[in-house]
């Protein structure tokens, strides 16, 4: 996901000459190289460490928690998927070596924990269920890796989806809401947020009374309404904006790199209007 015109530094990939144009939908973000320098072994570990240390360094600024970002094709779920997970060393092939990167990650920012001491501290685990692609991360790959991430002292998964009541495509569970699935499975030992296409107040409440979650998440939506969490409790639903208008920015509290994306109409972004 790295881009050498920012770092000026090769860019480092889980595997050495793999194309993903998910990972590269946007050419201004993203590398348009083909050719990833692969982590070795020696840094690998180092990249561990560092999420070690980005949690101490977390911790100690005062922060509540911290989420592991294993979702949208980020570094942890490259290793996850044989897709991008070409490797034939201790950290590919097999499933059980796919998973060894994301679960040394949360292994070291556990131990960060415990060192200080901090048991309130939350450690949480972000995961994108399934890929569309045919070698793509399957429901029954990320029911296994789920029971693995239950057995560690984190205090949440939260699962990324463009829609909250989206079903399994294949693999375990296909044809029903991965929600149900993943929330059937927990049986509370930690909590579940679920989000995805949730706009309205009848959008929530739908969600909440079906049971599929602990908790649930906004994105799209808070960024459409800076007062969501307020007009939900105030019961002002005819307030909240469902489109962007792209002609009043002053209206939103989005960042001028961050607009001018949404007004390329990605999917990932709040819908916006006469578009």
Known sequence: MANSKYSGAPVKAVSAGIENKEIK?????????????????????????????????????????I?????????LQQFFSKHTNKRTDDWGGSLEKRM???????????????????PEFIIGYRLSPEEPFEDGITMTETMKLIRELIKKPIQFIHLSEKNYFQETRRGEGKGIPRLKVIHDEIKGKVALIGLGGLYTAEDFNKALKSGYSDFIGTGRASMLNKDLGILLKEGKCDKI??????????????????????????SWLPPVQNK
Not at 69 to 75: E, I, S, T
Not at 101 to 118: H, M, S, T, W
């Open 67 to 75: 989420e592991i970002h294993g979702a949208n094709n980020y570094l």
């Open 25 to 65: 939908k946007d050419k201004e973000i993203y590398s348009d190289e083909k050719n990833y320098v692969e982590f070795s072994d020696e840094e690998i570990k180092r990249v561990i460490d560092d999420f070690g240390r980005a949690t101490e360094l977390s911790l100690k600024a005062g922060y509540d928690g």
């Open 241 to 266: 904006n469902l489109k962007l208008d792209p002609d009043h920015p002053e209206k939103y509290s989005i960042p001028d790199f961050l607009w001018n994306m949404c007004l390329q109409n990605q």
């Open 100 to 118: 060894k990167f994301p679960l040394a990650v949360v292994d070291a920012c556990c131990k960060i924990r415990d060192k200080y001491n901090k």
